[in-house]
């Protein structure tokens, strides 16, 4: 059974970093590509960020919101993504979801995790 | 970017009806790389369809999807009360992934 569960999620002050983990199983890690996607409250979707598969060099792709503060990375070893969140803003508040991307689309997403940015 | 406008952006239904939304993208997009989610209140997102036409898993087949191009739709082809939700659209076809802004569906 695949499972993503993200973790790390809190209150943090404005200019403060926190980082995300999204824990995975049930698939081959390196196998796939790997996304993290926010929600700010009441708004829509937004993808942020995407680990290509190790066929790809685990390259990585930023939307411009975020390009130059957040990271993503993997540990293959335990298979866990990581998001990697700096400068923080108020509008990077939001429920921050990981989730497994295919040419079939997300099908797999985790629970989300709540960032919210507050002095 | 592509932008993905979705319409209508809220809709109310009666149990039975037939609905349709429909995804407008800024660029052409390969049929391919257009996906619907449904999103509950509460949960996370739920792959739909893939690929402008394929049920996902265990999704009921009273959903379909359409589209080619730039104009695409998703269709109930009978109203129930569990499908009360918001549903996207989503490109895959380039870099900035986009979703579309959201149509909340719900029940007369």
């Known amino acids: 059974e695949v499972k993503l569960v993200e973790s790390g999620g809190g209150l943090v002050q404005p200019g403060g970093s926190l980082r995300l983990s999204c824990a995975t199983s049930g698939f081959t890690f390196s196998d796939f590509y790997m996304e993290w996607v926010r929600q700010p409250p009441g708004k829509r979707l937004e993808w942020i960020a995407a680990?290509?598969?190790?066929?790809?060099?685990?390259?990585?792709e930023y939307s411009a919101s975020v390009k130059g503060r957040f990271i993503v990375s993997r540990d293959t070893s335990q298979s866990i993504l990581y998001l990697q969140m700096n400068a923080l803003r108020a509008e990077d508040t939001a429920i921050y979801y990981c989730?497994?991307?295919?040419?079939?689309?997300?099908?797999?997403w985790g629970q989300g995790t709540l960032v919210t940015v507050s002095a | 970017e592509i932008v993905l406008t979705q319409s209508p952006t809220t809709m109310a239904a009666s149990p039975g009806e037939k609905i349709t939304i429909t995804c407008s993208a800024s660029?052409?997009?390969?049929?391919?790389?257009l996906h619907w989610y449904q999103q509950k209140p509460g949960f996370s997102p739920k792959l739909l369809i893939y690929?402008?036409?394929n049920l996902a898993s265990g999704v009921p087949a009273r959903f379909s999807g359409s589209g080619s191009g730039t104009s695409y739709s998703l269709t109930i082809g009978t109203m129930e009360a569990e499908d009360v939700a918001t549903y996207y659209c989503?490109?895959?076809?380039?870099?900035?992934?986009?979703f579309g802004s959201g149509t909340k569906l719900e029940i007369k």
């Open positions: 680990s290509r598969n190790k066929a790809n060099d685990y390259t990585t």
């Open positions: 660029s052409s997009i390969s049929s391919n790389y």
């Open positions: 690929r402008t036409s």
């Open positions: 989730a497994r991307a295919a040419t079939e689309g997300f099908a797999y």
């Open positions: 989503q490109q895959g076809s380039s870099i900035p992934l986009t």
